[in-house]
């Protein structure tokens, strides 16, 4: 069997999740790719959000194009992603995998229990 099919299905699952959803392509991405993959830690998380990028792009771009989003709208949420990106990634390196894995499920708690309320 090709070594890459498990790469594959995560970045189906991460797409089809960014597509209906609109985003979260990253919480289905990141525990597939960490089951799957042979990257360590600081990689996988480095990994997931070089691929939800473009991932992101595309999803934003069909939904702009649907006409189902405003852009308008989306610029103040745009500049603050834009700033907690910078600071995320300033922090990368400084935050144990420990304290990352732990801060990850409980966004992941959190978002469920809020999509269920």
């Known amino acids: ?23 979260g392509g990253g919480m289905v991405f990141l525990p597939i790719l960490s089951r799957w993959g042979t990257l360590d830690q600081r990689k996988l998380y480095a990994t997931c959000v070089a691929v939800i990028f473009p991932v992101c792009l595309v999803s934003a771009g069909v939904h702009l194009w649907r006409g189902s989003v405003s852009l308008s709208a989306a610029l103040p949420y745009l500049a603050g992603g834009l700033i907690g990106g910078i600071l995320g990634g300033k922090l990368y390196g400084k935050v144990s995998t420990k304290v990352l894995k732990r801060l990850f499920a409980a966004f992941l708690f959190y978002a469920g229990v809020r999509y269920l309320l």
């Open 1 to 23: 069997m090709d070594s890459k099919w498990p790469a594959r299905i995560a970045g189906g699952a991460a797409g089809l999740a960014n597509g209906l959803f609109g985003g």
